[in-house]
């Protein structure tokens, strides 16, 4: 997949996970063409179920909570009122911190430049994101 993805010319508009999920196909180029997702990622997430591009391997379905309700303002899929799987028992369990990553993310009214701060804070904390 990594080598379709990067002749294309299309221009893919996606959220903080897709952009992650992207990223980890693109770096280790192991999804192929017929293993396309024709499903929810956060439902795949959600449900533990394992990813081919070793995409949940970096980071914990906490560390991805965050980082969706950063990019999203906390309208994601693991939104303050939504769903009943296991990131939105970790969004429970981390109301704190959750509120804290929608603060970070009203920093930034652009989603570009929200995306790229995300992706600088996890790189200078090793990693984790830490809002």
Request: aromatic letters at 10%.
């Given at each position: 997949?990594?080598?379709?993805?990067?002749?294309?010319?299309?221009?893919?508009?996606?959220?903080?996970?897709?952009?992650?999920?992207?990223?980890?196909?693109?770096?280790?180029?192991?999804?192929?063409?017929?293993?396309?997702?024709?499903?929810?990622?956060g439902y795949t997430l959600d449900g533990k179920e394992a990813i081919?591009?070793?995409?949940?391997?970096?980071?914990?379905?906490?560390?991805?909570?965050?980082?969706?309700?950063?990019?999203?303002?906390?309208?994601?899929?693991?939104?303050?009122?939504?769903?009943?799987?296991?990131?939105?028992?970790?969004?429970?369990?981390?109301?704190?911190?959750?509120?804290?990553?929608?603060?970070?993310?009203?920093?930034?009214?652009?989603?570009?430049?929200?995306?790229?701060?995300?992706?600088?804070?996890?790189?200078?904390?090793?990693?984790?994101?830490?809002?």
């Amino acid at each position: 997949m990594r080598e379709a993805v990067l002749k294309s010319d299309l221009v893919c508009n996606c959220c903080a996970l897709g952009s992650l999920m992207l990223s980890c196909t693109l770096f280790n180029n192991n999804i192929a063409i017929e293993n396309k997702f024709t499903y929810d990622l956060g439902y795949t997430l959600d449900g533990k179920e394992a990813i081919p591009n070793s995409f949940n391997k970096y980071f914990s379905l906490t560390q991805l909570v965050l980082i969706e309700n950063a990019f999203e303002l906390g309208n994601g899929f693991w939104n303050l009122g939504n769903n009943t799987g296991a990131g939105d028992k970790i969004r429970k369990k981390n109301k704190k911190e959750v509120i804290k990553a929608i603060a970070f993310g009203n920093k930034f009214p652009d989603v570009k430049d929200r995306l790229v701060a995300i992706m600088y804070n996890i790189i200078a904390n090793d990693g984790m994101f830490k809002p």
